[in-house]
């Protein structure tokens, strides 16, 4: 009896996601600034200069080196980089220093591209920064045949989201070691 109730709650989970989906595409894109990050080599890039030859681009609001939940999203976006790359710009964004993020990058074995907020309003623009800090989530833009650049969506990340393929794997044992 349990078993069905748990197969009849999660095909209601993947309904609700197709409609989810279906509702993204009504959205009306909202205009952004070309903002300015800090590249890993403490050098100035322009958001427009992320996304390289797609026109979209997947930012990852990370909280930074002191958030364990984050390189846990991280470790996952790592080990999926090389397919997003094939149909997708995608970085990672942090308050943290250009040296600060390459030494958790390396330490960490993550292969994708990363940038430092520096003094950019970014995150406090995109609604990944509040009073008390930073929130994590990911912002999902596109740019047009004008050079426009536009954010269709965002999320913020939280345990059980869809973003960590953590999540949902610690969620089947028993005693979840992430709770």
């Known amino acids: 009896m349990t078993r069905e109730k748990i197969e009849a ?28 990050f800090l590249n890993a080599e403490n050098q ?12 979209t681009l997947l930012v990852v609001h990370n909280m930074g080196r002191h958030c364990s939940y984050c390189t846990a999203w991280a470790d996952g976006y ?23 993020q390459m030494e958790v990058k390396n330490k960490r074995g993550w292969v994708f591209p990363m940038v430092s907020l520096g003094e950019s309003s970014f995150a406090l623009d995109m609604g990944f920064q509040v ?6 989530g990911i912002s999902v833009f596109i740019r047009d045949e004008a050079g426009l650049i536009k954010r269709t969506w965002s999320a913020p ?15 089947l044992l028993p005693e979840n070691p992430m709770v």
Do not use: C
């Open 9 to 36: 709650l999660q095909m209601k989970m993947y309904q609700n996601y197709a409609k989810i989906q279906e509702l993204r595409k009504e959205l009306e894109p909202e205009l952004v600034n070309d903002y300015t």
């Open 44 to 55: 100035p890039v322009k958001l427009s200069e992320l996304f390289g030859d797609h026109s």
């Open 78 to 100: 790592s080990g999926i980089y090389d397919l997003l790359k094939e149909k997708t710009s995608f970085v990672v964004s942090s308050p943290d220093a250009p040296r600060v």
């Open 131 to 136: 009073e008390g800090g930073y929130h994590p």
């Open 157 to 171: 990340f939280g345990p059980s989201d869809h973003y960590g393929i953590v999540w949902h794997t610690l969620d």
